[in-house]
C-alpha cells in the first residue's frame, strides 16, 4: 500500500513537472520574431495563391482569412 502511494506521488509529480515550462520564453521572443521564422516566406505570394484558390474554388478561409467559407462570418 506505502509502495502504491510513493509510485501516484512519483508520478503526479513528474506529470505536474512535465506542464511546467509551456510557452515561450521571453528570451526565445527575439529568435520567433526573425524573418526566417515566419510562417510564410512571402506575403504578397500567398496573398496571391489566396486569391487563386478565392477564384478556382469559389470560397475563402482557413489561412489568413476570418471565416471558413461557410458564410457564418
Same mark, same amino acid.
Given at each position: 500500500?506505502?509502495?502504491?502511494?510513493?509510485?501516484i506521488t512519483f508520478l503526479s509529480a513528474t506529470l505536474l513537472a512535465g506542464c511546467s515550462s509551456l510557452?515561450? $520564453?521571453?528570451w526565445e521572443r527575439d529568435i520567433l520574431a526573425k524573418k526566417e521564422m515566419a510562417l510564410t516566406s512571402s506575403p504578397l505570394?500567398?496573398?496571391l495563391d489566396d486569391h487563386i484558390y478565392f477564384?478556382? $474554388?469559389a470560397s475563402s478561409g482557413?489561412?489568413?482569412f476570418g471565416g471558413?467559407?461557410?458564410g457564418c462570418n
Open positions: 500500500m506505502k509502495h502504491q502511494q510513493i509510485l510557452g515561450v $520564453e521571453p505570394d500567398a496573398a477564384s478556382k $474554388e482557413g489561412r489568413s471558413g467559407g461557410c
